[in-house]
Every structure is written in C-alpha cells, then in structure tokens.
C-alpha cells in the first residue's frame, strides 16, 4: 500500500512577530486539514529551550483546534521536522493510521543570539561543548580540511551561498530574497576561519506541515535514516557523514531508484560545506568534485541537478525542528508544477536530505510525482 | 594518520580491546561498551584541521582557536595559542584535563 502527500502548507519563514499560535494559524491557510485526521506528529528541536513552551503534545491541537486528535512530539534535533514525516509515513504504512498530520515548528528568534548558540551548541558531546565547540566551529574545520584535500578554492565555495540567495530571491516565502555576490561572501566577517557570515543559515522561526494519506499528488517512494556517532573525534572519516551514506541506501532502495534518478533536491546547507559534502554522500556527485562542480553551475536552478532552489537552509531559514518539512514542501511545490519562478521543468523525482545534530542522526527522504 | 613521535609528557586516555581511543578517558568504550583500559599516551601527533572561532558560545572568549589533532591511533581536541597549519607535528601537554599545544 502506498503513501502519499495529499496537502502543504508553509509559513513565510524569517523573524516573525507572533508566537506558535500564530506562525500556525497563517501555515494552516493552505493547507487542507480534513476533519478526520487519525494523528499529529509534531517536530520541533527545543521549544523549552527557544521558546519557553512545553508540552507540544496538547498545544498544537489545541491552536489547530483539533483536541481530539491524539499528537505527539518527535525530537531529532535538526531533523526533527523530517523525522516527524517518516513517523507518519510509518504509521498509515503499517495500516493502523489513514491519515496524519506531520508539522514542523520552531521559534528560535526570542531568545538572544548568544543564547542561541549556546542551545544550538547542547546538540555536541560534553567534552566538546566544554571546550566552546560549536556545530559551526566543527563545521570550520571539516571545511578547511575538506578545501585542502580538493583544492576548493574561497570563491568556488562562496557559489554556494550566492546561489541559495539566487533561489531565495524567487521564493516569496525565503527569509532573505535579495541576491549577493562572490564578493559579499568573501567580505563578510570571518565568524570560524575558514567559515564567514555568509557561508552560515540564520536564525529563523517558521512552520511547514504535510497531509500524508493513501492517496494524493506526491508519492513518498522511500525513506531512509542513517546514524553515527555523538563525538565528532571518535569517528573514522569527518569528510564524509556516515550518517547520510546510510539514509541515503536506504531510501533509495526503498524507492528502488539511483542517484541518477534524482531530478532535484534539498541538501541540509547549514554551512556551505555541508551542502557539497553531502551531495557527494548522496551519491549525486563523485568524492571531492561536487564544490568544483557547483561552481561550474551544474546545481543551479538551470543546471544539471538543480539543488535547493527553495533558497536552502542559507536564504530559504532554518527554523531547526521545521526545516526538514520546509525541505519537504519546496520538493512538493516543484513535483506538482507550482514552484512558480523557480519551477524547474519535467522534475518527477525529487530528494531531500536533512541532518540531526552535526551529521549524527540524518535523514532521505524521496518524493515522486 | 599514525605518526610515531616521543614525548616525556602524557595524556590521559583509555583503550578499548576493539580498537577505540578515548581522550579524554571513558570507563566504557562509546563503540561496543565494554570496560576501557586507563592508558597514558605520548604527548606528540599531527594536525589534522583546526580552526579559530569568532562566534563562541556563553562563557568563552573570542577568539577561540582549536585543532583536532591525530595522537596515537585516535584524535583529541586541543587549544593553541599562535599559527597553526594541517599536517604540523605538535607536542601537547594536558593541564587540568584539557589538552593544550605547546
């Protein structure tokens, strides 16, 4: 039996002036709840931390104005959204459920920025966090390990935001949409050598959520969900993310496809590197050729593989729990002709890819028309 | 990266049967759980990556400079003062469990 997506909905993401209740009530406009929901599987990263809420379980129905539908929260850091897709993808697989919501939400922009990162930073093992390791200072140094290895050159790299913003640009519901340069990356200030301003994802709130069913639009074709270790030192390889070789096996079995049959994809860009890293764990490019490749064009939105034309984690936001559902809706958008300025033509198969933690717990996830 | 070097200063670390290093110490191996063996290893490896942090989280200064560094036949995290460049042999002492390059 199949699993479909049937409705989205998503949130113009960016610093927002409400709290959870409104960033729900402006994504529910678009979406088609129906009155029959057997479940609502929420993913959020930190809400007591973020947002000082508790208790999500009782909340979103509540602002949904559905308290009779049974809700639960899924926690997978900066998967979470995406995790909270696969559950329910899981639940009407198995034939218990026929329909359930799967949201995404997170405010992260009440709290000050310091503070911030400083939850972002309680993903990293103690040892590490004692030592005032941040994801993005690991993420510095993967970077400069990894432009040493191939010969990425700072401009070469700095394609990848300039692209996101691209994208970002033709997306109503992005954070930022107006375009940068090469040069507006590389004079950005340094916040981890080799690592600037604009090479990293804001702070952001937002929300995306999905109606997954027995039948609609968008197929779910396969899933996948790969893990590694907490401690980033203890791992074998830190060019490669074990984590998303796995999930990516997974559902391309699942679906029965190869990389080759992707036609388009959101990668998990919480820094730049990350995205060409994890085209090449996915298999979309060769080991070391995908920063060089991006920068020939091969990922723009009329390149080879488009990647993230929703603008990314970069233009797009990255509200943490949500971002694997915003991933989500940019692929349903495109899969079903409403991408508007930025639908790329004859897309069937689309891919995303969301990371928990720094590449501990990440998850595929494959969409067909 | 295993590097043979010598030094007369020694890190903490604990040794599993199936091959993991910790440092700093674990009473059980993260990978398979069994009890760890306390070791002390040469304070000497190379430099794998590293990097300096603007943006550091509450309660540390800017900049924060820190490597990763290949020691014996596993990695640890190290705080140096300075310039630092991938691939340099470091020596490392370990003060108050943290390990700084010399």
Not at chain 1, 60 to 69: A, D, F, M, R
Not at chain 1, 135 to 147: D, E, G, H, Q, T
Not at chain 1, 149 to 154: A, E, P, R, S, V
Not at chain 1, 287 to 297: D, H, L, P, V, W
Request: hydrophobic share 40%.
């Amino acid at each position: 039996m199949d699993v479909f997506i049937n409705s989205m909905g998503m949130c113009r993401i960016g610093k927002k002036k409400g709290g959870f209740e409104e960033i729900l009530c402006e994504t529910v406009n678009e979406i088609d709840i129906p009155k029959k929901i057997d479940a609502i599987y929420v993913g959020s990263q930190n809400p007591w931390g973020f947002s000082s809420i508790d208790n999500l379980s009782a909340r979103i129905p509540q602002y949904l104005g559905k308290s009779g539908v049974k809700c639960i929260r899924i926690e997978n850091s900066s998967a979470s959204g995406s995790t909270a897709f696969h559950q329910a993808f899981i639940a009407i697989k198995s034939g218990l459920y026929d329909s359930v919501l799967a949201l995404g939400i997170e405010k992260m922009s009440s709290r000050k920025r310091n503070d911030v990162i400083s939850l972002l930073s309680q993903v990293l093992e103690e040892n590490e966090r004692k030592m005032g390791l941040t994801p993005m200072s690991i993420a510095a140094m993967v970077c400069r390990l990894y432009m040493r290895k191939y010969g990425l050159k700072d401009d070469e790299l700095a394609y990848i935001p300039v692209k996101s913003h691209e994208n970002g640009s033709l997306n109503p519901k992005a954070q930022f949409q107006k375009r940068i340069t090469i040069e507006d990356v590389l004079n950005s200030r340094t916040v981890a050598e080799p690592l600037r301003l604009l090479h990293c994802s804001p702070i952001s709130d937002g929300c995306a959520m999905a109606v997954l069913s027995k039948m609609g639009d968008v197929k779910v074709m396969g899933i996948g969900h790969g893990t590694d270790l907490l401690t980033i030192r203890y791992r074998k390889k830190i060019l490669s993310f074990r984590a998303t070789k796995i999930a990516a096996s997974e559902a391309y079995s699942m679906a029965k496809i190869s990389p080759n049959d992707i036609d388009i994809c959101e990668v998990h860009d919480a820094f730049s590197i990350m995205e060409i890293i994890s085209l090449e764990d996915l298999r979309i490019f060769e080991e070391g050729s995908a920063g060089k490749m991006s920068a020939k064009g091969e990922t723009s939105l009329n390149g080879k593989i488009p990647v993230n034309t929703s603008g990314g984690l970069k233009a797009r936001g990255h509200p943490v729990g949500a971002t694997g559902l915003c991933q989500i809706y940019e692929i349903f958008l495109q899969l079903t002709g409403n991408a508007e300025k930025r639908q790329v033509d004859g897309v069937k198969i689309g891919l995303t890819h969301n990371m928990g933690g720094f590449a501990c717990s990440n998850t595929v996830t494959v969409l067909g028309k | 990266m295993q590097q043979h070097c010598h030094s007369t200063r020694k890190i903490n670390a604990s040794k599993c049967d199936c091959g993991m290093l910790c440092i700093p110490q674990e009473i059980l191996c993260p990978v398979c759980r069994n009890k760890m063996k306390k070791i002390k290893v040469d304070g000497c490896g190379i430099v794998k990556t590293y990097t300096i942090a603007h943006v550091v989280p509450m309660g540390f200064t800017s900049p924060l400079k820190v490597a990763l560094i290949c020691i014996d036949e596993g990695l640890c995290i190290a705080y140096f003062d300075g310039k630092l460049s991938v691939g340099e042999r470091v020596y490392l002492e370990e003060k108050d469990g943290l390990i700084w390059i010399l």
